[in-house]
């Protein structure tokens, strides 16, 4: 069983949708949690980066944490085609150094 | 732009041969990584810097081997390459040694023939 699992879509919308991504995880010692968006190969760029329970925002995107079900989640509301890419979630534990990612989740949104 | 630095960003070379990838880390970056990204293997952990120094190692071959020099750019060098090792090979750089925020640069594009 991988430690991080996330559904690889492909996941299409419209315009203006709400988008919800999500990652589940095994390790209960992963503290810090991000989200990263990736456009055809290009690096990832870091989008959210949390590291407790609850909700984060930043403009359209909320991202979401539950430490109890170890499960986050990100938001993006009225999504926009340029936000067509595909979406990884990271983590890390506290006293590790490397990031363990996700499989990514390739979003589509059209227009 | 993440302000992470890679050179080449394309790369073709044959069987057997030798590479450099080189990288610079954003201004005041302490932390290197670098990451591998393959079709199949998604986005694997291969080693971090943290100063010049070694700090954590995760799936690398010991066909790679990378520095961090004083002035903090670094080198990932792959040898006796196999085809295998056709992928994206991308540096990130942070600001700690615990890697909670981590910037990525655009990647090296390796293709092995």
């Known amino acids: 069983q991988k430690e991080v699992e996330q559904d690889p879509g492909p996941l299409s919308v419209p315009e203006g949708a709400i988008v919800s991504l999500n990652c589940t995880y095994s390790?209960?010692?992963?503290?810090?949690f991000m989200w990263y968006r990736q456009y055809s190969r290009k690096g990832p760029e870091l989008l959210m980066y949390?590291?407790?329970?609850g909700n984060k925002e930043d403009g359209r995107f909320t991202a979401q944490v539950d430490k109890s079900s170890k499960y986050i989640s990100l938001f993006i509301r009225d999504s926009q085609p340029s936000d067509s890419a595909t979406y990884l979630c990271?983590?890390?534990?506290?006293?590790?150094?490397?990031?363990?990612f996700g499989s990514g989740t390739q979003l589509t949104v059209l227009p | 732009d993440s302000g992470v630095t890679q050179t080449p960003k394309h790369l073709i070379t044959a069987t057997g041969q030798r590479v450099t990838l080189r990288c610079s880390p954003r201004s005041g970056d302490l932390s290197v990584y670098w990451y591998q990204q393959s079709l199949d293997q998604g986005l694997q952990f291969l080693i971090q810097?943290?100063?010049?120094?070694?700090?954590a190692k995760g799936n690398i071959l010991e066909r790679f081997s990378a520095q961090q020099f004083p002035d903090l750019h670094s080198e990932l060098n792959l040898s006796s390459l196999e085809l295998g090792d056709s992928a994206l090979y991308f540096c990130?750089?942070?600001?700690?040694?615990?890697?909670?925020?981590?910037?990525f640069g655009e990647g090296s594009w390796l293709t092995v023939v």
């Open positions: 949390t590291y407790s329970s």
């Open positions: 990271a983590m890390t534990a506290g006293s590790a150094r490397q990031l363990t």
């Open positions: 990130a750089s942070s600001p700690t040694a615990v890697g909670d925020t981590i910037y």
């Open positions: 810097y943290y100063n010049g120094e070694e700090r």
């Open positions: 390790n209960s010692a992963f503290q810090y």
